[in-house]
């Protein structure tokens, strides 16, 4: 399989019953990978925009972009794998079972990764990430080491073209 | 402004949209509507037995006049009895539009009476499908439905009408104009493609058409022969591409695939130019993907951009309506006879001609020649089997003759029906339907159809006993083990070891006739010829003839399953 990797897709849809059911039900029915899915309504009320991650090879990604178009509730697939975007997903993570020196390493935690502490409880906290899927993947990893008891949110990758900045 | 109900909005969408006939089947959520449609005298409704059957004919009058299938169920079970036919409708590119009746608006997701999401439940199936939410969307909808049902690459479309909503007064208004955002069907070629695989097309020196439906769907088979002679490239079509020149002609060479012709496959196999037009590379005629065309580069002309560069590698894309590609392909190509690749197809020809061997007992082939003889006119559906296949292989598809059967989804089932409808849509064509005895009793109950409407049908059974194409695999794959594939089979034949059988299970002949229509039985060879003359007689009523099969007749060639096109099986 030539080119396996994770990619995204910007789609922009009409914003009507049943259009989230059918995009995913393209994935599920074709056997497509679908890592994350948001969706939300735009400046247009008619219309939503999904972020869409899958994991898939050159060919089936292909496959996926061409079955997208010929939806006749997709307006626009655009490809974010290869052009400059602003990417970010929310993640809340939730420690629970807390001792004082956890407190203070989740602190250290959170600063080192521009996150937030937004909730705080006797033995438990909750921390805010905004940052690329792909930290928050490493940041659940070292949660998941350091604590026992961790409860996980995350809301999938919203992305949007970038205006100027040349990076991701 | 002057306001009608829904219903009344819809009867009069489906006139102006040029409906002369409908397939409906009543019920609860769609009273409403049978009244309106009762009030009137332009468009014909036809009553199907059972809604599958009703989807069939549709389909089938659909693909026979190139008008949109437009169906009318009820909620619920009615709605639910359509999926198989969606599904056939979906894969072999048929433009339907089915509406369904649903319970009213407050009523959705109580699990009422006769409730079901229909538009979730076809959602896979069906090329479009939208529940009507408000009354003053409703012509629109409609509107959308036919565009998007003919256009593009043409397929069913679903409307799923709540009953309050079509009660609802609303503007009588039917827009004339569609615009849907996300759907702008493309079907200008693009010229610099299609020159460079023209270009190609001159310099090869072993080059093949490969003509799939799309050719058919498209009404390109004219212009399409015109440009096989011009070019003096020789054919082979898919079973859904099989018309697309004369089957006569001395430039086809036969059907590719799993049981293609022996010359077809090993064109495929060693031509250094596969020029495609539209087809899809679908498993039964590519077989093991690696080894399909081997030699070739590929050309794929198809409307539809998923189905290009999906199954297999495609060194010149290109995305357009069959038609218009063959058209502009007229002005560009030159002639570009190959005398040695000409010579090396005849070989092939002459090796293995399509030939079943001639036994004592009647064959298939038998019948087939004999309605190439006897039919110089006729639309030829079938159902799905070792018939199909035998029709698929012997059916001499000429200028006023075309073969229909479910291609991609392979439905049982869809013969007789899918005959009901193609000569409710062609009244003057001779209508033949070839079944065997499983398809057959799939949808048994449309004789009642077939009668009523005065159909002049000639429904030719294939009765082996057996689900033979089944049978067959477990003949040649599965030592012989026909596990349920004995039609005659159970506990009556276990308990009595056979000798209280019934003579026919059922009596076809019988059945007919209680239906009304004529029944005749053909056991010999020297019975079909007969046959055929007497069916040919009764103009106003169907006619079947069972003709009795030995179950060891088999689909030759045969590529099995998984395997390449040139290791074919001849016989055994």
Redesign the interface.
């Known amino acids: 399989m030539d080119g396996m990797k994770k990619r995204w897709i910007s789609l922009y849809?009409?914003n009507?019953?049943?259009v989230l059911?059918?995009i995913s039900?393209?994935f599920s029915?074709k056997s497509y990978n679908l890592d994350s899915l948001t969706v939300g309504t735009t400046e247009d009320p008619t219309v939503s925009r999904m972020t869409i991650a899958t994991v898939s090879d050159d060919?089936t990604f292909?496959?996926i972009k061409?079955?997208l178009?010929?939806?006749?509730?997709?307006?626009?697939v655009i490809d974010f794998t290869d052009i400059f975007v602003r990417m970010k997903e929310i993640l809340y993570i939730k420690v629970l079972k807390c001792t004082p020196q956890d407190k203070i390493e989740i602190f250290q935690i959170a600063e080192t990764f521009k996150a937030k502490v937004i909730d705080y409880g006797k033995d438990s906290l909750l921390v805010e990430f905004v940052q690329t899927a792909t930290k928050n993947d490493a940041v659940v990893k070292l949660m998941k080491e350091e604590f026992k008891s961790i409860e996980v949110v995350r809301g999938g990758s919203v992305g949007i073209e970038s205006i100027s900045m040349m990076e991701r | 402004m002057r306001q009608i109900t829904g219903n009344k909005l819809l009867v009069k969408a489906l006139k102006e949209e040029g409906v002369d006939t409908i397939f409906g089947y009543p019920g609860a959520c769609t009273i409403d509507i049978s009244d309106e449609l009762y009030k009137q005298k332009d468009i014909r409704v036809i009553l199907p037995r059972h809604e599958q059957a009703l989807v069939h004919e549709a389909d089938a009058y659909a693909r026979t006049t190139g008008k949109v299938g437009v169906c009318l169920v009820t909620s619920g079970p009615g709605a639910t009895n359509l999926v198989t036919g969606l599904a056939t409708a979906n894969y072999d590119s048929v433009p339907l539009v089915c509406f369904t009746g649903q319970v009213a608006k407050h009523l959705i997701g109580n699990d009422a009476f006769q409730e079901v999401d229909i538009?979730?439940i076809t959602?896979?199936i069906t090329?479009?499908?939208?529940?009507v939410?408000n009354r003053e969307d409703l012509g629109r909808i409609i509107k959308e439905a036919f565009y998007?049902a003919r256009t593009g690459?043409p397929g069913p479309v679903l409307i799923d009408l709540p009953k309050d909503v079509m009660g609802e007064l609303g503007s009588a208004e039917y827009p004339s104009e569609v615009n849907?955002?996300?759907?702008k069907p493309n079907t200008n070629v693009h010229v610099g493609q299609l020159k460079r695989a023209i270009k190609m097309l001159h310099k090869a020196k072993r080059p093949l058409f490969l003509a799939g439906g799309g050719v058919n769907i498209a009404h390109a088979n004219e212009s399409f022969r015109e440009v096989v002679e011009k070019t003096e490239v020789p054919v082979v079509t898919t079973i859904m591409g099989r018309g697309a020149i004369p089957t006569n002609h001395p430039l086809f060479v036969g059907n590719l695939g799993m049981h293609g012709t022996y010359a077809a496959n090993m064109a495929v196999n060693e031509c250094d130019l596969l020029f495609s037009i539209g087809a899809r590379f679908n498993d039964r005629i590519t077989g093991k993907l690696h080894a399909f065309a081997p030699k070739a580069q590929i050309v794929h002309i198809d409307i539809?951009?998923?189905s290009i560069?999906?199954n297999i590698h495609v060194d010149v894309p290109i995305v357009a309506d069959a038609k218009e590609a063959v058209l502009k392909m007229k002005e560009y190509v030159e002639g570009c006879k190959r005398e040695a690749w000409l010579k090396q197809i005849a070989s092939w020809k002459e090796e293995h001609p399509l030939k079943m061997k001639k036994r004592a007992v009647m064959g298939p082939q038998d019948i087939i020649e004999e309605i190439n003889r006897q039919f110089k006119e006729a639309i030829i559906v079938t159902d799905v089997g070792q018939h199909q296949m035998f029709a698929s292989q012997y059916v001499e598809i000429t200028k006023k003759k075309q073969i229909i059967m479910s291609g991609g989804l392979g439905t049982m089932g869809y013969g007789f029906p899918g005959a009901i409808g193609a000569q409710i849509g062609n009244p003057k064509t001779p209508v033949i339907a070839i079944s065997g005895d499983g398809g057959m009793q799939m949808n048994i109950q449309e004789f009642a159809t077939a009668v009523l409407e005065e159909l002049p049908l000639i429904l030719c059974v294939f009765n082996n006993e057996y689900l033979g194409m089944v049978r067959q695999w477990q003949k040649l794959f599965y030592g012989k083990r026909y596990g349920m594939t004995n039609l005659r089979s159970g506990a009556l034949f276990r308990r009595t070891e056979g000798q209280e059988m019934p003579a026919y299970t059922p009596d076809f002949v019988k059945l007919a006739e209680s239906y009304g229509a004529k029944g005749i039985r053909v056991t010999k060879r020297e019975e079909i010829k007969a046959a055929f003359e007497e069916a040919k007689k009764n103009t106003k009523l169907p006619t079947l003839i069972e003709f009795i099969i030995d179950p060891e007749e088999m689909v030759y060639p045969m590529i099995q399953p998984g395997g390449t096109l040139k290791d074919m099986i001849m016989d055994c």
């Open positions: 849809v009409e009507q019953v049943g059911s059918k039900g393209l029915g060919e292909e496959q061409k079955q178009n010929r939806m006749i509730e997709v307006i626009k | 538009v979730g959602r896979s090329k479009y499908g939208v529940t939410r998007i690459r849907i955002r996300g759907y539809d951009t998923a560069s999906r």
